[in-house]
């Protein structure tokens, strides 16, 4: 099987399309794509990592599903297209982790 995550030269800092934040890259050696104060993404992926994707649509955190392997996953929806995406919460991030109580909030949300 080929792994299809692409790291090298995705792993950048960013400001919030949402709410303004500076995102601060991971360091753990996975790729930082969503923000940590509000949840929200933006549809820049074919495939995790890649910046492929052309529509560049504003992703909306809808839901929190819980992977046996990754942990808590982060369910976004595409305001742009309707694209919905699943992505790993970065909760153990020792600079800038996922705020807790806005995933626990997102978790108690009934799914749109």
């Known amino acids: 099987m080929t792994r299809r995550f692409i ?3 995705t792993n950048n800092a ?3 399309a949402q709410c303004g934040a500076t995102v601060q ?3 753990n050696g996975s790729v ?8 929200h993404s933006l549809h820049v992926d074919v495939h995790p990592g890649d910046r492929a994707c ?7 955190p809808v839901g929190v599903d819980q992977h046996p392997k990754k942990g808590w996953m982060i369910v976004h929806e595409c305001t742009r297209c309707g694209f919905l995406g699943r992505n790993k919460a970065a909760l153990d991030d020792p600079d800038q982790p996922d705020d807790y109580d806005a995933l626990v909030r997102l978790s108690a949300r009934p799914r749109e």
Do not use: E, I
């Open 32 to 39: 930082r794509n969503h923000c940590p104060a509000c949840l």
């Open 7 to 9: 790291v090298t030269g």
């Open 25 to 27: 890259p991971l360091r």
């Open 14 to 16: 960013f400001t919030c």
């Open 54 to 60: 052309d529509c560049h649509g504003v992703m909306r």
